[in-house]
């Protein structure tokens, strides 16, 4: 009798700790593929914020080496200029290339990938910042750039990109790089949202999964 017994007790527990594995799989199969998509999104995201900022510094080092001084009779850029847009993608760029940095340094080294709720945390703020970077520089952008009285380098680069230039400034190809970074820019804008929003799920499945191992704890009878 006893030994029946023990057989229901020990076959009860086994019955448990196997719905105890399965509503573990679930969440850790679901966060492995979301692991996966957002890994793809900082790799995209961090390549965009490169080229971001590299045109943008590009087309900014080409006007500070030929913005020539209102003593010559024909500067190749106007006296009243604004740079405020070009200036923004530099910093948009150059946050959405840190965040996605650090993303991607909590994802490959062990130890920090381990910090499970930490990581899912750096993993929502990251793209966050890239996110509110970027889009405040395009609405910069697109604020100065749509001036009538004040010119951007792409404004006026657009402007005479016909003209064939055998020196710098080159203003075709400074107009091509220029609108480069702000396409990208806009690129990166649903790319840093899906970003947010798959480490915002993760998140919340990680929660879950705690919640889950913490009730499975309690819930679980003990065998004298």
């Known amino acids: 009798m006893a030994f029946a017994e023990k057989s229901q007790e020990a076959g009860f ?10 509503s573990q799989d679930a969440p850790q199969k679901s966060g492995k593929m979301f692991e996966s998509a957002q890994l793809a999104l900082h790799c995209l995201g961090l390549l965009c914020g490169f080229v ?7 087309t900014a080092s080409v006007f500070n080496s030929t913005n020539l001084s209102s003593d010559f009779d024909l500067p190749l850029w106007p006296e009243d200029f604004d740079m405020r847009p070009t200036n923004a993608l530099i910093a948009g760029g150059v946050l959405v290339v840190l965040s996605n940095l650090v993303a991607l340094v909590f994802a490959h080294i062990r130890m920090l990938r381990d910090k499970r709720t ?3 945390l750096v993993d929502v703020a990251a793209p966050t910042i890239g996110f509110v970077s970027i889009f405040v520089a395009i609405v910069l952008f697109y604020a100065v750039n749509a001036s009538t009285t004040t010119d951007t380098i792409q404004s006026w680069s657009c402007q005479w990109d016909f003209t064939t230039m055998n020196v710098k400034p080159y203003f075709s190809s400074v ?3 220029s609108k480069t970074a702000l396409y ?17 799920r993760r998140l919340l499945l990680h929660k879950k999964s705690q919640l889950n ?4 704890r309690s819930s679980s009878p003990s065998i004298a």
Request: hydrophobic content about 45%; aromatic content about 0%.
């Open 13 to 22: 527990q086994v019955e448990i700790s196997s719905q105890h594995d399965q």
């Open 52 to 58: 971001v900022l590299g045109t943008s510094a590009s």
């Open 118 to 120: 930490v990581h899912c």
């Open 175 to 177: 107009c091509k790089e």
């Open 184 to 200: 990208l820019s806009i690129i990166l804008i649903p790319v840093e949202l899906a970003a947010v929003a798959l480490a915002t």
């Open 213 to 216: 191992q913490k009730a499975s």
